[in-house]
């Protein structure tokens, strides 16, 4: 188990290469969540997300968030048509609700989420801001999970994007309420 923790903690901390996006802890970051987004290819469809649901200023605020952000290729796996369903004005609702169930009110590095794994016996909840909502994370495999309501389990795929307003983690599919 203790080896198992110790491959975990390594493989969070270890801040894969993502398109454009520096990872060098040393440098204060410049940018908001929303404009790093903005400024990554692999977020073209959750910039849209984040427009069509009038989230972007408020992702552009003060924080601090955990953004938990799906990649194209996320959104892209979804039944087809799901996502140019969801960006339609009569569904800014359901977009909504689904977006800020990606988000964490606070500033969680993939260590504070090890930590927390490891203080509760390898899985831990954190509220969303989807009102009465929580991710689970789980260890599973050396990677760590979230697992949401419908019973999902997303893999973190890179972590640790920080932001002048929080922090963003990297998904390989899209956390459904």
Do not use: R
């Amino acid at each position: 188990m203790i080896k198992t923790i110790a491959a975990i903690t390594a493989i969070a901390l270890a801040a894969p290469a993502m398109g454009a996006i520096d990872h060098h802890k040393e440098m204060a970051p410049s940018q908001n969540i929303v404009e790093i987004a903005a400024g990554n290819h692999d977020f073209e469809t959750l910039v849209t997300a984040v427009q069509a649901a009038g989230l972007a200023d408020a992702l552009s605020g003060d924080g601090p968030f955990t953004v938990f952000a799906p990649t194209d290729a996320a959104f892209g796996a979804l039944p087809s048509g799901t996502v140019e369903s969801l960006v339609q004005p009569a569904n800014k609702g359901t977009l909504t609700n689904i977006l800020t169930y990606h988000v964490v009110a606070g500033d969680y590095s993939a260590s504070d989420i090890v930590s927390a794994l490891q203080a509760n016996g390898g899985t831990a909840s954190f509220p969303t801001l989807l009102e009465n909502a929580s991710i689970t994370a789980a260890l599973y495999d050396g990677k760590v999970y979230l697992s949401d309501y419908k019973g999902n389990a997303i893999g973190v795929i890179a972590t640790d994007v920080a932001a002048t307003n929080g922090v963003i983690h990297v998904l390989d599919g899209v956390l459904m309420p």
